[in-house]
Protein backbone atom coordinates (compact mmCIF):
# COMPACT_ATOMS: atom_id res chain seq x y z
CA UNK A 1 0.00 0.00 0.00
CA UNK A 2 1.47 3.44 -1.03
CA UNK A 3 0.16 5.71 1.65
CA UNK A 4 2.64 8.76 0.27
CA UNK A 5 2.73 9.85 -3.11
CA UNK A 6 3.74 13.09 -5.19
CA UNK A 7 1.93 13.90 -8.09
CA UNK A 8 4.17 15.38 -11.06
CA UNK A 9 2.70 16.44 -14.08
CA UNK A 10 4.15 18.06 -17.74
CA UNK A 11 3.19 22.03 -18.94
CA UNK A 12 0.51 20.92 -20.90
CA UNK A 13 -3.05 22.62 -19.66
CA UNK A 14 -4.83 19.29 -19.38
CA UNK A 15 -2.00 17.46 -17.69
CA UNK A 16 -1.91 20.89 -14.91
CA UNK A 17 -5.65 20.73 -14.24
CA UNK A 18 -6.02 16.54 -13.05
CA UNK A 19 -2.96 17.23 -11.20
CA UNK A 20 -3.96 19.57 -9.49
CA UNK A 21 -7.70 17.42 -8.80
CA UNK A 22 -5.50 14.64 -7.65
CA UNK A 23 -3.80 16.33 -5.39
CA UNK A 24 -6.48 18.05 -4.00
CA UNK A 25 -7.89 14.13 -3.57
CA UNK A 26 -5.10 12.04 -2.55
CA UNK A 27 -3.12 14.33 -0.88
CA UNK A 28 0.75 15.26 -2.55
CA UNK A 29 3.67 15.33 -0.59
CA UNK A 30 7.25 16.49 -2.62
CA UNK A 31 9.18 13.52 -5.04
CA UNK A 32 11.93 13.21 -1.82
CA UNK A 33 9.10 12.10 0.84
CA UNK A 34 6.80 10.00 -1.43
CA UNK A 35 7.13 6.30 -1.78
CA UNK A 36 5.49 6.38 -5.25
CA UNK A 37 5.47 8.93 -8.17
CA UNK A 38 2.33 8.99 -10.18
CA UNK A 39 3.42 11.26 -13.63
CA UNK A 40 0.64 12.74 -15.28
CA UNK A 41 1.40 13.21 -18.81
CA UNK A 42 2.81 11.51 -22.60
CA UNK A 43 6.04 9.09 -22.73
CA UNK A 44 8.25 12.55 -22.78
CA UNK A 45 7.19 13.39 -19.80
CA UNK A 46 7.37 9.74 -18.23
CA UNK A 47 10.97 9.63 -19.58
CA UNK A 48 12.00 13.21 -17.71
CA UNK A 49 10.11 11.06 -14.44
CA UNK A 50 12.77 8.15 -14.83
CA UNK A 51 15.19 10.27 -15.29
CA UNK A 52 14.69 12.31 -12.32
CA UNK A 53 13.22 9.36 -10.19
CA UNK A 54 16.35 7.12 -10.33
CA UNK A 55 18.41 9.07 -7.57
CA UNK A 56 15.27 8.56 -5.31
CA UNK A 57 14.76 4.58 -5.73
CA UNK A 58 10.88 4.86 -6.16
CA UNK A 59 9.00 3.44 -8.35
CA UNK A 60 6.81 5.57 -10.81
CA UNK A 61 3.35 4.93 -11.79
CA UNK A 62 2.09 6.96 -15.59
CA UNK A 63 -1.55 7.77 -16.19
CA UNK A 64 -1.79 9.38 -20.11
CA UNK A 65 -2.81 12.39 -20.10
CA UNK A 66 -0.57 13.12 -23.28
CA UNK A 67 -0.50 11.24 -27.18
CA UNK A 68 0.40 7.96 -27.14
CA UNK A 69 1.15 7.17 -23.74
CA UNK A 70 3.16 3.64 -24.72
CA UNK A 71 4.91 3.82 -20.94
CA UNK A 72 1.40 5.12 -19.03
CA UNK A 73 -1.27 3.55 -17.99
CA UNK A 74 -4.78 4.65 -18.58
CA UNK A 75 -6.87 7.42 -17.05
CA UNK A 76 -9.04 7.32 -14.36
CA UNK A 77 -9.57 9.56 -11.61
CA UNK A 78 -11.00 6.70 -9.34
CA UNK A 79 -9.57 4.22 -6.85
CA UNK A 80 -6.22 5.22 -7.55
CA UNK A 81 -4.63 3.98 -4.15
CA UNK A 82 -6.14 0.52 -5.03
CA UNK A 83 -4.52 0.11 -8.36
CA UNK A 84 -1.36 1.54 -6.83
CA UNK A 85 -1.55 -1.34 -4.56
CA UNK A 86 -2.57 -3.83 -7.15
CA UNK A 87 0.17 -2.76 -9.75
CA UNK A 88 2.77 -4.68 -11.01
CA UNK A 89 6.48 -3.43 -11.41
CA UNK A 90 8.93 -3.84 -14.59
CA UNK A 91 12.70 -3.26 -13.79
CA UNK A 92 14.24 -1.15 -16.82
CA UNK A 93 18.11 -0.78 -17.65
CA UNK A 94 19.42 1.90 -19.52
CA UNK A 95 22.02 2.67 -21.89
CA UNK A 96 24.96 4.64 -20.96
CA UNK A 97 25.86 6.82 -23.79
CA UNK A 98 29.71 7.76 -24.00
CA UNK A 99 30.16 10.55 -26.80
CA UNK A 100 33.57 11.79 -27.61
CA UNK A 101 33.69 15.08 -29.69
CA UNK A 102 36.06 16.05 -32.89
CA UNK A 103 37.97 18.23 -30.26
CA UNK A 104 38.30 15.57 -27.67
CA UNK A 105 35.77 16.31 -25.13
CA UNK A 106 33.59 13.78 -23.13
CA UNK A 107 29.39 13.49 -23.00
CA UNK A 108 27.85 11.08 -21.24
CA UNK A 109 24.31 10.23 -20.66
CA UNK A 110 21.88 7.83 -19.77
CA UNK A 111 19.10 6.34 -22.35
CA UNK A 112 15.85 4.07 -21.29
CA UNK A 113 14.43 3.98 -24.48
CA UNK A 114 17.81 4.79 -27.21
CA UNK A 115 20.56 6.44 -27.90
CA UNK A 116 20.49 7.71 -31.39
CA UNK A 117 23.60 9.08 -34.06
CA UNK A 118 22.14 11.41 -36.64
CA UNK A 119 23.93 13.46 -39.26
CA UNK A 120 24.16 16.96 -38.85
CA UNK A 121 24.48 18.16 -42.50
CA UNK A 122 23.71 17.68 -45.96
CA UNK A 123 25.49 14.61 -46.39
CA UNK A 124 25.12 10.95 -45.52
CA UNK A 125 27.21 9.53 -42.32
CA UNK A 126 29.61 7.51 -42.49
CA UNK A 127 30.35 5.23 -39.47
CA UNK A 128 32.08 2.20 -38.92
CA UNK A 129 30.38 0.06 -36.12
CA UNK A 130 32.05 -2.16 -33.34
CA UNK A 131 30.82 -5.06 -30.96
CA UNK A 132 33.05 -5.82 -27.87
CA UNK A 133 36.14 -4.37 -29.67
CA UNK A 134 35.88 -6.07 -33.17
CA UNK A 135 35.21 -4.49 -36.04
CA UNK A 136 31.79 -5.33 -37.56
CA UNK A 137 31.16 -2.81 -40.16
CA UNK A 138 33.53 -0.69 -41.73
CA UNK A 139 31.11 1.46 -43.45
CA UNK A 140 27.90 2.16 -43.05
CA UNK A 141 26.80 4.88 -45.28
CA UNK A 142 23.13 6.10 -43.60
CA UNK A 143 21.35 9.21 -42.15
CA UNK A 144 22.01 7.69 -38.66
CA UNK A 145 22.30 4.64 -36.34
CA UNK A 146 20.60 3.67 -32.90
CA UNK A 147 20.89 1.12 -30.30
CA UNK A 148 17.37 0.30 -28.60
CA UNK A 149 15.99 -0.99 -25.28
CA UNK A 150 13.11 -3.39 -24.73
CA UNK A 151 11.32 -1.03 -23.69
CA UNK A 152 12.03 1.76 -26.15
CA UNK A 153 11.81 -0.62 -29.26
CA UNK A 154 8.11 0.52 -30.40
CA UNK A 155 9.17 3.74 -30.20
CA UNK A 156 12.27 5.90 -32.82
CA UNK A 157 13.43 1.83 -33.49
CA UNK A 158 9.94 0.67 -34.50
CA UNK A 159 9.68 3.81 -36.96
CA UNK A 160 13.18 3.09 -38.23
CA UNK A 161 11.44 -0.58 -39.04
CA UNK A 162 13.67 -1.77 -36.41
CA UNK A 163 12.07 -5.01 -34.26
CA UNK A 164 10.02 -5.38 -31.55
CA UNK A 165 11.45 -6.65 -28.70
CA UNK A 166 9.69 -8.28 -25.99
CA UNK A 167 10.58 -6.98 -22.11
CA UNK A 168 12.30 -10.10 -20.66
CA UNK A 169 14.82 -9.98 -23.85
CA UNK A 170 17.89 -10.17 -23.40
CA UNK A 171 18.83 -8.16 -26.11
CA UNK A 172 19.69 -4.71 -27.82
CA UNK A 173 18.65 -3.62 -31.21
CA UNK A 174 21.41 -2.04 -33.27
CA UNK A 175 18.77 0.05 -36.58
CA UNK A 176 20.21 2.02 -39.19
CA UNK A 177 18.33 5.23 -39.97
CA UNK A 178 17.54 5.61 -43.79
CA UNK A 179 20.92 3.07 -44.95
CA UNK A 180 22.20 3.26 -48.53
CA UNK A 181 25.05 1.50 -48.30
CA UNK A 182 25.21 -2.21 -47.62
CA UNK A 183 22.10 -2.57 -49.51
CA UNK A 184 19.19 -4.55 -47.72
CA UNK A 185 21.37 -4.16 -44.56
CA UNK A 186 18.45 -4.02 -41.35
CA UNK A 187 20.25 -3.86 -38.74
CA UNK A 188 21.22 -6.45 -36.12
CA UNK A 189 20.09 -7.88 -32.95
CA UNK A 190 22.76 -7.47 -29.80
CA UNK A 191 23.49 -9.31 -26.43
CA UNK A 192 22.16 -6.73 -23.71
CA UNK A 193 26.45 -7.66 -23.06
CA UNK A 194 27.46 -6.08 -25.36
CA UNK A 195 29.05 -2.95 -25.99
CA UNK A 196 28.51 -1.12 -29.20
CA UNK A 197 31.30 1.80 -30.62
CA UNK A 198 30.42 3.99 -33.62
CA UNK A 199 33.38 6.10 -35.05
CA UNK A 200 32.01 9.03 -37.73
CA UNK A 201 34.84 8.80 -40.93
CA UNK A 202 35.08 11.84 -42.45
CA UNK A 203 33.81 13.68 -39.45
CA UNK A 204 34.11 17.45 -41.30
CA UNK A 205 32.84 16.89 -44.42
CA UNK A 206 29.56 14.53 -42.57
CA UNK A 207 29.48 15.78 -39.40
CA UNK A 208 27.19 13.79 -37.13
CA UNK A 209 25.54 14.43 -33.60
CA UNK A 210 24.65 12.12 -30.89
CA UNK A 211 21.56 11.86 -28.43
CA UNK A 212 20.49 10.19 -25.51
CA UNK A 213 16.42 9.85 -25.32
CA UNK A 214 15.87 12.93 -27.74
CA UNK A 215 16.29 14.76 -24.39
CA UNK A 216 17.27 17.84 -26.73
CA UNK A 217 21.20 17.77 -25.05
CA UNK A 218 22.45 16.42 -28.24
CA UNK A 219 26.06 16.49 -28.34
CA UNK A 220 27.32 17.58 -31.73
CA UNK A 221 30.56 16.90 -34.01
CA UNK A 222 30.75 13.62 -32.14
CA UNK A 223 33.89 11.59 -33.54
CA UNK A 224 32.97 8.53 -31.54
CA UNK A 225 30.16 7.22 -29.56
CA UNK A 226 30.52 3.96 -27.40
CA UNK A 227 26.86 2.45 -25.92
CA UNK A 228 26.51 -0.43 -23.60
CA UNK A 229 24.07 -0.87 -20.75
CA UNK A 230 24.10 0.13 -17.30
CA UNK A 231 22.78 -2.53 -14.79
CA UNK A 232 23.71 -0.48 -12.07
CA UNK A 233 20.63 1.97 -12.71
CA UNK A 234 17.38 0.12 -11.76
CA UNK A 235 13.91 2.37 -12.95
CA UNK A 236 11.11 0.87 -11.89
CA UNK A 237 7.98 1.32 -13.30
CA UNK A 238 4.36 0.41 -12.49
CA UNK A 239 1.14 -1.23 -14.75
CA UNK A 240 -2.18 -2.19 -14.05
CA UNK A 241 -2.00 -5.55 -13.94
CA UNK A 242 -2.32 -7.44 -17.47
CA UNK A 243 -1.54 -4.43 -19.12
CA UNK A 244 2.02 -4.25 -18.52
CA UNK A 245 5.05 -3.97 -21.31
CA UNK A 246 5.03 -7.28 -22.40
CA UNK A 247 1.62 -6.96 -23.02
CA UNK A 248 1.75 -3.95 -24.95
CA UNK A 249 4.55 -4.74 -27.01
CA UNK A 250 2.69 -7.63 -27.91
CA UNK A 251 -0.59 -5.43 -29.14
CA UNK A 252 1.82 -3.02 -30.85
CA UNK A 253 2.84 -5.63 -33.33
CA UNK A 254 -0.54 -6.87 -33.91
CA UNK A 255 -2.39 -3.29 -34.00
Known amino acids: MYDRIA ?17 ARYGD ?14 DG ?4 TLHTA ?33 AEEAIINPLAM ?4 VSGEVHTGLAINEVSLLRAGPQAARLRISIDGKVRLEELVCDGALIATPAGSTAYN ?25 RRWRGALLPKT ?18 ADADRQYVADVASVEVRVEPEVRHRLL ?8 ERLIREQFS
Open 7 to 23: FVASETAVAQATRERLA
Open 29 to 42: LPVEKAEVIVALGG
Open 45 to 48: FMLQ
Open 54 to 86: KRLGVPVYGMNRGTVGFLMNAFAEDDLPRRLCE
Open 98 to 101: TATT
Open 158 to 182: YSAYGPVLPIGAEVLALTPLAPFRP
Open 194 to 211: AVVRFDVLQHTKRPVMAD
Open 239 to 246: FDPGHGLD
